[in-house]
């Protein structure tokens, strides 16, 4: 019942739903905070939580959550040449985004992007040269709001020559001048 209580209160329709029994109210509070939906109640508590804890809201976001159906879970493979970031763009859509996959539950990190970049480039990806680079959240592209995307980066050193697969319309190498042609969540953390 407080669950419900919150959503009504604290954000307003497009937010980041309370709710998730694996979620402290401070995180759900925070992903509202960064998403611009709390409502004046919300952003009153906000401020009472600041004036104790500075920040605290934004600083309780938890990030290592289970997926729920608010949260949409990717692997990302970070390849960076020349100070350009390499980016995708897929058949009908009007946006890039960085190379992933969905997060395969019973795998690891290092199996799901193995798996992804194998699908995607028909590359390998060396494993032991993986490297983690952060964990970014935002409004999950073509959803309703208060559906995140949340991307878990990596890069690693690759064997072969990328070859996208036929959802692929293109590779781009992207600078951050080009940052608004990209998906939210990578928009947002580029």
Known sequence: ?????????WTDKNGYKFGNRDETISSALGRNK???????????????LDIIDPDHSLNS??????????IIDHLAWIRIEDEQILCL????EDFYFIPKGMRIIGDTDSQTLEKST???????????????????EAQANGKKP???????CYTA?????????????????????????LSEVESVNF
Request: proline share 2%; charged share 25%.
């Open 118 to 136: 194998k699908q995607i480039f028909n590359v390998d990806i060396d494993i032991t040269s993986m490297e983690f680079v952060g964990i970014f």
């Open 34 to 48: 960064k998403l611009g939906t709390l409502t004046a109640a919300g952003r009153l508590i906000d401020k009472i």
């Open 1 to 9: 019942m407080m669950q419900h209580l919150m959503n009504i209160l």
């Open 157 to 181: 050193v690759h064997r072969g020559e990328l070859q996208p697969d036929s959802k692929i319309h293109e590779i781009v190498w992207l600078t951050y001048e080009d940052k608004a042609n």
């Open 61 to 70: 976001i938890d990030y290592y959550v289970e997926p729920s159906e608010n």
């Open 146 to 152: 208060g559906i995140l995307s949340r991307i878990t």
């Open 89 to 92: 763009k897929k058949v009908n």
